[in-house]
């Protein structure tokens, strides 16, 4: 049974930046890739970006691509989402999601298995 845990979520001036952290356990971390989406109020669950089980594959959304990074640590059994010129459109609650039996990035939220119970990012303007 594979465990996420995100946080690092909070409230942001537009402009600013923020790095989302995704802690997992449970599984072989090292096997699978990890995709992160967001949901806004009223809104469909939606991809951000994704990292296959190496690190050397990554994905983005276009609405984050060129401000975006995502990474993982092995060591320490985490993915980070950082996000740079947070937009209020960016507000939203994030969630990682992990599935060990893929291993490359997915963009499709139904491809994940596991996800977390989500961080809210609140942008003002």
């Known amino acids: 049974q594979v465990q996420l845990v995100e946080s690092g979520g909070g409230l942001v001036q537009a402009g600013g930046s923020l790095r989302l952290s995704c802690a997992v356990s449970g599984g072989t971390f090292s096997n699978y890739a990890v995709g992160w989406f967001r949901q806004a109020p009223g809104k469909e669950r939606e991809f951000v970006a994704a990292?296959?089980?190496?690190?050397?594959?990554?994905d983005y959304a276009d609405s984050v691509k060129g401000r975006s990074t995502i990474s993982r640590d092995s060591a320490k059994n985490t993915v980070y989402l950082q996000i740079n010129s947070l937009k209020p459109e960016d507000t939203a609650v994030y969630y990682c999601?992990?599935?060990?039996?893929?291993?490359?990035?997915?963009?499709?939220?139904?491809?994940?298995?596991?996800w977390g119970q989500g961080t809210q990012v609140t942008v003002s303007s």
């Open positions: 990292i296959s089980w190496s690190g050397r594959t990554t």
């Open positions: 999601a992990a599935d060990d039996r893929l291993h490359f990035p997915a963009v499709l939220a139904a491809e994940y298995d596991y």
